[in-house]
């Protein structure tokens, strides 16, 4: 059974910084592309940072230079450092899988900015 679990949500002040975890199971973790999406009411769920299994990242421009995505593929575990933080950060922030056709998503961790 395939399980990805997020932690490291919360609440924090405009500027302020976080690190979500994602920790997986069930799956040959090394061999997987990495994302954290992110999604807010009424809105659709948008990418915000992807590492491939060889490590080569990207990220949505509202977040480049705030947000590093990283991996620890002997914990099994993608991390998403986030600095910064403004207002319009906060969402619900999801872990994501993708092996070709294969996805799986965590559950989702609340990120709330505010002052």
């Known amino acids: 059974q395939v399980q990805l679990v997020e932690s490291g949500g919360g609440l924090v002040q405009p500027g302020g910084s976080l690190r979500l975890s994602c920790a997986a199971s069930g799956i040959i973790f090394n061999i997987y592309d990495m994302r954290w999406y992110r999604q807010t009411p009424g809105k659709e769920r948008e990418l915000v940072a992807a590492i491939t299994s060889g490590g080569s990242t990207n990220y949505a421009d509202s977040v480049k230079g705030r947000f590093t995505i990283s991996r620890d593929n002997a914990k099994n575990t993608v991390y998403l450092q986030m600095n910064s933080l403004k207002a319009e950060d906060t969402a619900v922030y999801y872990c994501?899988?993708?092996?070709?056709?294969?996805?799986?998503w965590g559950q989702g961790t609340q990120v709330t900015i505010s002052s």
């Open positions: 994501h899988a993708k092996l070709g056709s294969r996805a799986y």
